[in-house]
């Protein structure tokens, strides 16, 4: 759409002015002066006093006030990260105070001068603030804009309005973030309820422990100085439940048969132990009138067999012999994740490197778990770029609180790969670890020398945050893992408290140890152990790639070695 003021394409004689039927309210007529260049211009104010000639040539210029709204769609308005734009729509009221600059200039289409200059203001403007700073562009447009302007043209702006706002893509963008931080909000909401919650029921269930201790104190010292036996237990619960006489009955009755019993089995043992003696010659005749008053006698023969002093009491059961305690082996993986097999020029230049990512999931975590998940993420990101590193690592992720849990199987990563999420669990074991890395390394480790020429030691990045509450018992795991044949390399990172020593205890040698700085916040430490982990791994496929089978150590600021003689 175009918009010319000029309202005759050639030149007209004077006379026929007058007889045009298009004529504004407010109009100028223009001469031009021949030879000259130069215009005149007859207005409103000058005609009957000049006389400029009937049959001069002359252009007709609308003088009118003119109102327009358009939208900014030719050009983009890129914000100030350069990847991201502005919508802008505008109404802009315009008018001709130069008649004849207008003519001069042969301006046949206003709209494209004035929409041309306002879009270039807009432009520029929208240039300086970030996508999400739509209202406050459009204020500095509107500002800058809020004037008369007068352009070169003989066109006079004399209002302009623009209204601004991101584009589709990006208000999609804002709402996710505005939703997901209402979710976090949200979530940390409903987590405080929970913790709140279970705080109460945990002091109410203190409560009652307490007291039901208390109780259970007062009734034991109410009986410290009594001597119990079965028939007074009988008494006792008679005296607490009257109305439980046939109950009491039934188990006097059931007592007084054991005990018959008891009585008649070692009347019968004693009377086959002299038996025996006799017929081994061990007791002569002699010695029977004496013993056999004994040997029958109910009462008499009864309490020798039941006195443990006595020296025909015998124990015939065998002695208990201890099971040792060697766990059951952990059920193995039957994930439908892919391994991933790499073409076979590729895996045999290079190689298949196993790769562990256990990561810490105890109480000790809970501060971080968003960083945690944005580690595992980034990894894959790392690993997705390059196709060839990709073939050349299989990767598995393990978290640890109580138990372990493999939470993503041996694959190789790529873009589509569906990365676990993690929450923290109750407890900090590290045995359960080591023992879940003795069961899969050396299955998994068979199974990809099956399918590729040639597997590389496998690496273990162990991230330590919360201490071992089995501080005494996992390091026999550990060592039974180093000794194994497919024993892995363990790169130790601790950031949490006692975290020299136990990266020292974890590393498969001591340059494998590394820790956060004295005072470093937690999440800053996941992230730089994020990054530590992303470029080791690099670094090691890049040397498998040259034909090097080294582990540098990637560490950067945040983290530092632990020292070599620790």
Same mark, same amino acid.
């Given at each position: 759409?175009?918009?010319?003021?000029?309202?005759?394409?050639?030149?007209?004689?004077?006379?026929?002015?007058?007889?045009?039927?298009?004529?504004?309210? &407010?109009?100028?007529?223009?001469?031009?002066?021949?030879?000259?260049?130069?215009?005149?211009?007859?207005?409103?104010?000058?005609?009957?006093? =000049?006389?400029?000639?009937?049959?001069?040539?002359?252009? @007709?210029?609308?003088?009118?006030?003119? %109102?327009?709204?358009?939208?900014?769609?030719?050009?983009?308005?890129?914000?100030?990260?350069?990847?991201?734009?502005?919508?802008? /729509?505008?109404?802009?009221?315009?008018?001709?105070?130069?008649?004849?600059?207008?003519?001069?200039?042969?301006?046949?289409?206003?709209?494209?001068?004035?929409?041309?200059?306002?879009?270039?203001?807009? =432009?520029?403007?929208?240039?300086?603030?970030?996508?999400?700073?739509?209202? +406050?562009?459009?204020?500095?447009?509107?500002?800058?804009?809020?004037?008369?302007?007068?352009?070169?043209?003989?066109?006079? *702006?004399?209002?302009?309005?623009?209204?601004?706002?991101?584009?589709?893509?990006?208000? #999609?963008?804002?709402? &996710?973030?505005?939703?997901?931080?209402?979710?976090?909000?949200?979530?940390?909401?409903?987590?405080?309820?929970?913790? +709140?919650?279970?705080?109460?029921?945990?002091?109410?269930?203190?409560?009652?422990?307490?007291?039901?201790?208390?109780?259970?104190?007062?009734?034991?010292?109410?009986?410290?100085?009594?001597?119990?036996?079965?028939?007074?237990?009988?008494?006792?619960?008679?005296?607490?439940?009257?109305?439980?006489?046939?109950?009491?009955?039934?188990?006097?009755?059931?007592? #007084?048969? &054991?005990?018959?019993?008891?009585?008649?089995?070692?009347?019968?043992?004693?009377?086959?132990?002299?038996?025996?003696?006799?017929?081994?010659?061990?007791?002569? #005749?002699?010695?029977?009138?004496?013993?056999?008053?004994?040997?029958?006698?109910?009462?008499?023969?009864?309490?020798?067999?039941?006195?443990?002093?006595?020296?025909?009491?015998?124990?015939?059961?065998?002695? &208990?012999?201890?099971?040792?305690?060697?766990?059951?082996?952990?059920? +193995?993986?039957?994930?439908?994740?892919?391994?991933?097999?790499?073409?076979?020029?590729?895996?045999?230049?290079?190689?298949?490197?196993? !790769?562990?990512?256990?990561?810490?999931? /105890?109480?000790?975590?809970?501060?971080?778990?968003?960083?945690?998940?944005?580690?595992?993420?980034?990894?894959?990101?790392?690993?997705?770029?390059?196709?060839?590193?990709?073939?050349?690592?299989?990767?598995?992720? *393990?978290?640890?609180?109580?138990?372990?849990?493999? *939470?993503?199987?041996?694959?190789?990563?790529?873009?589509?790969?569906?990365?676990?999420?993690?929450?923290?669990?109750?407890?900090?074991?590290?045995?359960?670890?080591?023992?879940?890395?003795?069961?899969? @390394?050396?299955?998994?480790?068979?199974?990809? #020398?099956?399918?590729?020429? =040639?597997?590389?030691?496998?690496?273990?990045?162990?991230?330590?945050?919360?201490?071992?509450?089995?501080?005494?018992?996992?390091?026999?795991?550990?060592?039974?893992?180093?000794?194994?044949?497919?024993?892995?390399?363990?790169?130790?990172?601790?950031?949490?408290?006692? %975290?020299?020593?136990?990266?020292?205890?974890?590393?498969?040698?001591?340059?494998?140890?590394?820790?956060? @700085?004295?005072?470093?916040?937690?999440?800053?430490?996941? @992230?730089?152990?994020?990054?530590? !982990?992303?470029?080791?791994?690099?670094?090691?496929?890049?040397?498998?790639?040259?034909?090097?089978?080294?582990?540098?150590?990637?560490?950067?600021?945040?983290?530092?070695?632990?020292?070599?003689?620790?």
């Amino acid at each position: 759409m175009s918009l010319s003021l000029i309202l005759n394409e050639t030149a007209i004689p004077r006379g026929v002015v007058g007889t045009r039927r298009d004529l504004p309210p &407010a109009f100028a007529v223009v001469y031009p002066v021949e030879g000259s260049g130069r215009f005149e211009v007859e207005r409103e104010r000058t005609r009957g006093q =000049r006389w400029f000639g009937g049959n001069r040539p002359c252009f @007709v210029v609308d003088l009118s006030d003119h %109102r327009r709204q358009a939208n900014v769609t030719r050009t983009p308005l890129t914000c100030r990260d350069g990847a991201h734009r502005f919508r802008a /729509s505008m109404d802009v009221g315009f008018r001709v105070h130069d008649p004849a600059a207008l003519v001069q200039r042969n301006v046949r289409d206003v709209l494209a001068v004035v929409y041309g200059w306002v879009t270039d203001v807009v =432009r520029r403007t929208a240039a300086r603030f970030p996508v999400e700073e739509a209202r +406050q562009a459009e204020y500095q447009v509107n500002q800058e804009l809020n004037r008369d302007i007068a352009l070169p043209e003989g066109i006079t *702006i004399f209002h302009c309005r623009v209204r601004m706002e991101a584009d589709e893509a990006v208000e #999609k963008h804002l709402r &996710a973030l505005s939703e997901e931080t209402r979710r976090r909000q949200l979530g940390h909401t409903t987590h405080l309820t929970v913790v +709140q919650q279970t705080e109460g029921e945990e002091e109410v269930r203190d409560l009652r422990d307490r007291a039901e201790a208390r109780r259970m104190t007062e009734r034991l010292s109410a009986t410290a100085n009594e001597r119990m036996d079965i028939e007074r237990l009988v008494r006792q619960h008679l005296a607490r439940h009257p109305d439980d006489t046939a109950t009491v009955l039934n188990l006097l009755t059931q007592l #007084k048969a &054991a005990e018959s019993a008891q009585l008649q089995t070692a009347s019968q043992q004693r009377q086959d132990l002299m038996r025996y003696l006799v017929e081994q010659q061990v007791l002569g #005749k002699a010695d029977l009138d004496g013993l056999r008053r004994e040997a029958l006698g109910v009462d008499t023969g009864a309490a020798a067999a039941l006195d443990p002093g006595s020296p025909v009491a015998f124990s015939t059961a065998p002695p &208990a012999v201890g099971s040792p305690d060697t766990p059951a082996p952990a059920a +193995q993986q039957t994930s439908g994740a892919s391994t991933g097999n790499a073409p076979v020029s590729a895996v045999s230049r290079t190689g298949v490197v196993p !790769v562990y990512l256990v990561v810490d999931a /105890s109480p000790a975590t809970s501060g971080c778990v968003t960083e945690l998940e944005n580690a595992i993420r980034s990894l894959q990101t790392v690993l997705s770029n390059s196709n060839e590193i990709s073939e050349a690592v299989r990767l598995s992720v *393990i978290t640890y609180s109580d138990g372990a849990d493999v *939470i993503l199987p041996q694959t190789r990563v790529s873009w589509t790969t569906g990365m676990p999420s993690l929450h923290a669990s109750a407890g900090c074991r590290y045995r359960p670890v080591f023992r879940r890395l003795l069961d899969l @390394v050396p299955q998994e480790t068979e199974r990809l #020398k099956q399918q590729v020429p =040639r597997v590389v030691r496998p690496v273990v990045f162990f991230l330590s945050v919360g201490g071992p509450e089995d501080d005494t018992e996992w390091p026999a795991v550990h060592t039974a893992l180093m000794g194994h044949e497919f024993r892995p390399h363990i790169v130790a990172c601790a950031i949490g408290e006692d %975290r020299v020593r136990l990266a020292a205890r974890i590393a498969s040698r001591p340059e494998l140890a590394v820790t956060a @700085v004295e005072g470093a916040d937690l999440g800053r430490s996941v @992230v730089q152990f994020s990054v530590f !982990v992303q470029q080791t791994v690099l670094n090691l496929v890049r040397g498998m790639l040259a034909g090097r089978m080294d582990m540098t150590l990637a560490c950067p600021e945040g983290l530092t070695p632990v020292p070599v003689e620790r």
